[in-house]
Protein backbone atom coordinates (compact mmCIF):
# COMPACT_ATOMS: atom_id res chain seq x y z
CA UNK A 1 0.00 0.00 0.00
CA UNK A 2 1.86 3.44 -0.78
CA UNK A 3 2.72 5.61 1.76
CA UNK A 4 -0.28 8.18 2.75
CA UNK A 5 -2.88 6.21 1.29
CA UNK A 6 -5.00 7.05 4.07
CA UNK A 7 -5.05 10.39 3.61
CA UNK A 8 -5.70 12.78 0.27
CA UNK A 9 -5.81 16.63 1.16
CA UNK A 10 -6.77 17.31 -2.80
CA UNK A 11 -9.47 14.60 -2.32
CA UNK A 12 -10.86 16.35 0.84
CA UNK A 13 -10.55 20.15 -0.36
CA UNK A 14 -12.46 18.46 -3.90
CA UNK A 15 -15.71 17.21 -1.66
CA UNK A 16 -15.48 20.68 -0.03
CA UNK A 17 -15.53 22.69 -3.36
CA UNK A 18 -18.37 19.83 -4.55
CA UNK A 19 -20.68 20.59 -1.96
CA UNK A 20 -20.33 24.26 -1.84
CA UNK A 21 -21.83 23.99 -5.17
CA UNK A 22 -24.08 21.47 -4.37
CA UNK A 23 -25.39 23.81 -1.92
CA UNK A 24 -25.77 26.59 -4.09
CA UNK A 25 -28.22 23.95 -6.54
CA UNK A 26 -29.91 22.95 -3.37
CA UNK A 27 -30.83 26.44 -2.82
CA UNK A 28 -32.24 26.92 -6.47
CA UNK A 29 -34.52 23.78 -6.02
CA UNK A 30 -35.82 24.75 -2.76
CA UNK A 31 -37.05 27.81 -4.82
CA UNK A 32 -38.40 26.16 -7.59
CA UNK A 33 -39.91 23.57 -5.12
CA UNK A 34 -41.30 26.35 -3.29
CA UNK A 35 -42.82 28.52 -6.39
CA UNK A 36 -44.40 24.65 -7.52
CA UNK A 37 -46.47 24.99 -4.06
CA UNK A 38 -47.04 28.39 -4.47
CA UNK A 39 -48.58 28.01 -8.02
CA UNK A 40 -49.89 24.38 -7.99
CA UNK A 41 -51.86 22.78 -10.48
CA UNK A 42 -51.64 18.86 -10.55
CA UNK A 43 -53.52 18.60 -13.83
CA UNK A 44 -51.55 21.13 -15.52
CA UNK A 45 -48.26 20.75 -14.48
CA UNK A 46 -48.50 17.19 -13.78
CA UNK A 47 -45.42 16.99 -16.36
CA UNK A 48 -43.92 19.65 -14.85
CA UNK A 49 -44.08 18.41 -11.23
CA UNK A 50 -43.22 15.21 -11.66
CA UNK A 51 -39.16 16.34 -13.63
CA UNK A 52 -39.37 18.78 -10.48
CA UNK A 53 -39.43 15.61 -8.10
CA UNK A 54 -37.34 13.91 -10.45
CA UNK A 55 -34.44 16.44 -10.55
CA UNK A 56 -34.37 16.73 -6.52
CA UNK A 57 -33.97 13.20 -6.44
CA UNK A 58 -31.17 13.39 -8.73
CA UNK A 59 -29.36 16.07 -6.88
CA UNK A 60 -29.52 13.65 -3.84
CA UNK A 61 -28.22 11.01 -5.87
CA UNK A 62 -25.26 13.20 -7.07
CA UNK A 63 -24.73 13.99 -3.49
CA UNK A 64 -24.10 10.37 -2.49
CA UNK A 65 -22.64 9.52 -5.48
CA UNK A 66 -19.82 12.03 -4.47
CA UNK A 67 -19.40 11.35 -0.77
CA UNK A 68 -19.16 7.51 -2.15
CA UNK A 69 -15.56 8.35 -4.09
CA UNK A 70 -15.12 10.72 -1.00
CA UNK A 71 -15.38 7.73 1.43
CA UNK A 72 -13.04 5.28 -0.82
CA UNK A 73 -10.31 7.83 -0.82
CA UNK A 74 -10.09 8.69 2.90
CA UNK A 75 -13.48 6.57 4.93
CA UNK A 76 -11.54 8.10 7.96
CA UNK A 77 -12.19 11.90 6.98
CA UNK A 78 -15.72 10.93 6.82
CA UNK A 79 -15.74 10.50 10.40
CA UNK A 80 -14.52 13.57 11.04
CA UNK A 81 -16.01 16.05 8.30
CA UNK A 82 -13.83 19.17 8.52
CA UNK A 83 -16.46 20.39 5.91
CA UNK A 84 -19.25 20.69 8.53
CA UNK A 85 -19.59 23.02 11.12
CA UNK A 86 -19.82 21.50 14.81
CA UNK A 87 -23.84 22.08 14.86
CA UNK A 88 -23.80 19.96 11.86
CA UNK A 89 -21.99 17.44 12.86
CA UNK A 90 -24.19 17.11 15.96
CA UNK A 91 -26.74 15.83 13.84
CA UNK A 92 -24.92 13.03 11.92
CA UNK A 93 -25.60 9.20 11.80
CA UNK A 94 -22.62 7.23 10.78
CA UNK A 95 -21.48 10.66 8.81
CA UNK A 96 -25.03 11.78 7.51
CA UNK A 97 -28.52 13.03 8.86
CA UNK A 98 -30.26 10.05 10.86
CA UNK A 99 -33.06 8.50 8.07
CA UNK A 100 -35.50 8.92 10.57
CA UNK A 101 -35.47 12.18 10.19
CA UNK A 102 -37.72 12.02 6.83
CA UNK A 103 -40.42 11.14 8.95
CA UNK A 104 -40.10 14.00 11.22
CA UNK A 105 -39.96 16.21 8.55
CA UNK A 106 -42.62 14.89 6.54
CA UNK A 107 -45.06 14.41 9.67
CA UNK A 108 -44.36 18.34 10.48
CA UNK A 109 -44.57 19.43 6.58
CA UNK A 110 -47.27 17.59 5.76
CA UNK A 111 -50.97 18.31 6.97
CA UNK A 112 -53.37 16.07 5.13
CA UNK A 113 -52.07 12.54 5.04
CA UNK A 114 -54.79 10.07 4.65
CA UNK A 115 -54.93 7.28 7.77
CA UNK A 116 -53.54 4.89 4.88
CA UNK A 117 -50.43 6.96 4.19
CA UNK A 118 -50.06 7.22 8.19
CA UNK A 119 -50.37 3.32 8.57
CA UNK A 120 -47.94 3.02 6.03
CA UNK A 121 -45.56 5.75 7.03
CA UNK A 122 -45.47 4.41 10.49
CA UNK A 123 -44.75 0.90 9.57
CA UNK A 124 -41.84 1.83 7.28
CA UNK A 125 -40.77 4.27 10.38
CA UNK A 126 -40.66 1.27 12.03
CA UNK A 127 -38.84 -0.75 9.88
CA UNK A 128 -35.87 1.89 9.25
CA UNK A 129 -35.71 2.06 13.02
CA UNK A 130 -34.70 -1.41 13.04
CA UNK A 131 -32.61 -1.41 10.51
CA UNK A 132 -31.15 2.40 12.09
CA UNK A 133 -30.90 0.15 15.12
CA UNK A 134 -28.61 -3.06 12.90
CA UNK A 135 -26.14 -0.38 11.51
CA UNK A 136 -25.88 1.32 14.85
CA UNK A 137 -24.39 -2.20 16.30
CA UNK A 138 -22.30 -2.86 13.36
CA UNK A 139 -20.67 0.64 13.92
CA UNK A 140 -20.39 -0.13 17.63
CA UNK A 141 -18.37 -3.61 16.92
CA UNK A 142 -16.02 -2.16 14.57
CA UNK A 143 -15.16 0.56 17.20
CA UNK A 144 -15.26 -2.53 19.72
CA UNK A 145 -12.42 -4.32 17.95
CA UNK A 146 -10.13 -1.24 17.41
CA UNK A 147 -9.89 -1.16 21.07
CA UNK A 148 -8.76 -4.88 21.25
CA UNK A 149 -6.29 -6.78 19.89
CA UNK A 150 -4.65 -6.58 17.43
CA UNK A 151 -4.50 -3.32 16.75
CA UNK A 152 -4.02 -2.30 20.17
CA UNK A 153 -1.32 -5.05 20.58
CA UNK A 154 0.28 -3.45 17.22
CA UNK A 155 -0.13 0.07 18.34
CA UNK A 156 1.54 -0.48 21.51
CA UNK A 157 4.76 -2.13 20.55
CA UNK A 158 5.06 1.02 18.11
CA UNK A 159 4.74 3.13 20.86
CA UNK A 160 6.76 0.97 23.13
CA UNK A 161 9.90 0.92 20.16
CA UNK A 162 9.18 4.66 19.71
CA UNK A 163 10.17 5.05 23.60
CA UNK A 164 13.38 2.34 23.45
CA UNK A 165 14.87 2.16 20.43
CA UNK A 166 16.02 4.45 18.11
CA UNK A 167 14.11 2.74 14.61
CA UNK A 168 10.78 0.92 14.78
CA UNK A 169 11.06 -2.92 13.66
CA UNK A 170 7.38 -3.61 13.09
CA UNK A 171 6.39 -5.29 9.95
CA UNK A 172 4.36 -2.48 7.63
CA UNK A 173 2.55 -5.12 5.87
CA UNK A 174 1.13 -6.06 9.37
CA UNK A 175 0.17 -2.27 9.99
CA UNK A 176 -1.27 -2.00 7.05
CA UNK A 177 -3.26 -4.96 6.69
CA UNK A 178 -4.92 -4.11 10.24
CA UNK A 179 -5.45 -0.24 8.95
CA UNK A 180 -7.33 -1.82 5.59
CA UNK A 181 -9.74 -4.57 7.63
CA UNK A 182 -10.80 -1.49 9.62
CA UNK A 183 -10.92 0.92 6.18
CA UNK A 184 -13.44 -1.72 4.70
CA UNK A 185 -14.85 -2.34 7.72
CA UNK A 186 -16.33 1.34 7.94
CA UNK A 187 -16.39 1.75 4.19
CA UNK A 188 -19.05 -0.88 4.39
CA UNK A 189 -20.64 0.71 7.33
CA UNK A 190 -21.27 4.41 5.79
CA UNK A 191 -22.51 2.34 2.48
CA UNK A 192 -25.32 0.71 4.00
CA UNK A 193 -25.97 3.95 5.46
CA UNK A 194 -26.15 5.89 2.90
CA UNK A 195 -28.28 3.61 1.28
CA UNK A 196 -30.88 3.41 4.13
CA UNK A 197 -31.04 7.15 3.76
CA UNK A 198 -31.52 6.87 0.36
CA UNK A 199 -34.00 4.43 0.27
CA UNK A 200 -35.95 5.65 2.59
CA UNK A 201 -36.52 9.43 1.31
CA UNK A 202 -37.14 7.40 -2.10
CA UNK A 203 -39.86 4.81 -0.14
CA UNK A 204 -41.37 7.85 1.49
CA UNK A 205 -42.02 9.92 -1.31
CA UNK A 206 -43.59 6.84 -3.22
CA UNK A 207 -46.41 7.01 -0.04
CA UNK A 208 -46.88 11.00 -1.04
CA UNK A 209 -49.15 12.21 -3.64
CA UNK A 210 -47.16 15.25 -5.93
CA UNK A 211 -48.09 18.65 -3.81
CA UNK A 212 -47.19 16.89 -0.35
CA UNK A 213 -43.55 14.97 -2.09
CA UNK A 214 -43.40 19.11 -3.12
CA UNK A 215 -43.53 19.70 0.75
CA UNK A 216 -41.45 17.30 1.92
CA UNK A 217 -38.51 17.72 -0.14
CA UNK A 218 -38.85 21.64 0.69
CA UNK A 219 -39.01 20.69 4.14
CA UNK A 220 -35.64 18.83 3.84
CA UNK A 221 -33.68 21.40 1.77
CA UNK A 222 -34.94 24.81 4.60
CA UNK A 223 -34.14 22.18 7.55
CA UNK A 224 -30.65 21.21 5.81
CA UNK A 225 -29.61 25.02 4.58
CA UNK A 226 -31.21 26.58 7.95
CA UNK A 227 -28.89 24.37 9.82
CA UNK A 228 -25.52 25.12 7.69
CA UNK A 229 -26.46 28.66 8.03
CA UNK A 230 -26.65 28.69 11.63
CA UNK A 231 -23.74 26.33 12.22
CA UNK A 232 -21.33 29.01 10.10
CA UNK A 233 -22.79 31.89 12.01
CA UNK A 234 -21.89 30.41 14.71
CA UNK A 235 -18.71 29.51 14.18
CA UNK A 236 -17.80 33.36 12.67
CA UNK A 237 -18.87 34.71 15.87
CA UNK A 238 -16.56 32.00 17.76
CA UNK A 239 -14.12 33.21 15.77
CA UNK A 240 -14.67 36.95 16.33
CA UNK A 241 -14.59 36.36 20.15
CA UNK A 242 -11.56 34.01 19.77
CA UNK A 243 -9.54 37.27 18.09
CA UNK A 244 -11.45 40.09 20.29
CA UNK A 245 -9.67 38.05 23.26
CA UNK A 246 -6.85 37.40 21.83
CA UNK A 247 -6.68 41.16 21.00
CA UNK A 248 -7.72 41.95 24.72
CA UNK A 249 -4.59 39.98 26.08
CA UNK A 250 -2.10 41.60 23.87
CA UNK A 251 -3.53 45.28 24.80
CA UNK A 252 -3.04 44.18 28.49
CA UNK A 253 0.75 42.85 28.07
CA UNK A 254 0.04 39.11 28.21
Not at 46 to 56: F, K
Not at 232 to 240: K, L, S, W, Y
Request: hydrophobic letters at 40%; aromatic letters at 8%; zero cysteines.
Amino acid sequence: MPAGSYTSSHGDNSFEVFLEGWLIRQEQLLNELVLAQDTFDEESQEGDIRDLISRVLAHYEEYYEEKSRMTRRNVFRVFSPTWFSPLERSFLWITGFNPGLAFSLVTDSVDDLSENQVQRINWLRHETKVQERSLTEELAKIQESVAAPPLVDLAQRVGMQLIYADDINVDMEEVDGNLDTLKTALENVVTDADRLRTRTAERVVGLLRPLQSLKFFSAAAQFQLRVRMMGMQREADRQENDNNNNNNDASNGW
